[in-house]
């Protein structure tokens, strides 16, 4: 059973960089048949699609964010990354990697969630 | 890219059917036959509910369909059960490689 797990600290101060992990287990980072996503959720709001990932480290990113985000992948420890920079209170959120099947749109296995506060 | 427009709430009795509508443009849900719905109950991950407009995945109750019609999609839930009762997010694809998500909206079972 295909399971991911978000990794990082639960508290950044304002200007410095988030950076969160997510390990997946159960299966391969490498296959070609998926790519690799964050998305976050701020307290009490809606969904937000952050970027993607294809396991050769082509990347996709939400217009809005694209200047201050950054997503890798290490198939050596069978993990991807993200790290938002210059944070401000408004970056505080739940966020979730997840798992997007190859030739389409949606996201059928999901991590847990993990919560980042931006405060100092 | 702005979020695609979903009531804030619907609710319904159970046994009843409900349907959430989410709205685009012609640059995401009126192009794209990629439309997906998730459920999301009280502190947990989204669960995929739809995709591709009215695929279910497997595991997923026949109770749950999809549709479009233009730039709107629909989640319709039949025979509503209390354990429906969640937020749930329409999802699309919106050209260049981008994707964007609806406001949501809380159902209510009654």
């Known amino acids: 059973q295909l399971q991911l797990q978000e990794s990082g600290p639960g508290l950044v101060k304002p200007s410095e960089t988030l950076s969160l992990t997510c390990t997946v287990s159960?299966?391969?980072?490498?296959?070609?048949?998926?790519?690799w996503g964050w998305i976050r959720q701020p307290p009490g709001t809606g969904l937000e699609w952050i970027g993607n990932?294809?396991?050769?480290?082509?990347?996709y990113y939400n217009p809005s964010l694209k200047s201050r985000v950054t997503i890798s992948v290490d198939t050596s420890k069978n993990q991807f990354s993200l790290k938002l920079s210059s944070v401000t209170a408004a970056d505080t959120a739940v966020y979730y990697c997840?798992?997007?099947?190859?030739?389409?749109?949606?996201?059928?296995?999901w991590g847990q969630g993990t919560l980042v506060t931006v405060s100092s | 890219q702005s979020a695609l427009t979903q009531p804030a709430s619907v609710s319904g009795s159970p046994g009843q059917s409900i349907t959430i509508s989410c709205t685009g443009t012609?640059?995401?849900?009126?192009?794209?036959?990629?439309v997906s719905w998730y459920q999301q109950h009280p502190g947990k991950a989204p669960k995929l509910m739809v995709y591709?407009?009215?695929k279910r995945p497997s595991g997923v109750s026949n109770r749950f369909s999809g549709s479009k019609s233009g730039s709107t999609a629909s989640l319709t839930i039949s025979g509503l059960q209390a354990e429906d009762e969640a937020d749930y997010y329409c999802y699309s694809y919106a050209g260049s490689s981008t994707w964007v998500f609806g406001g949501g909206t809380k159902l209510a079972v009654l």
């Open positions: 159960g299966g391969s980072i490498s296959s070609s048949t998926y790519y």
């Open positions: 997840a798992r997007r099947p190859g030739g389409s749109h949606h996201f059928d296995y």
């Open positions: 012609s640059s995401d849900v009126g192009t794209y036959n990629l």
């Open positions: 990932i294809y396991f050769s480290g082509s990347t």
């Open positions: 591709e407009v009215s």
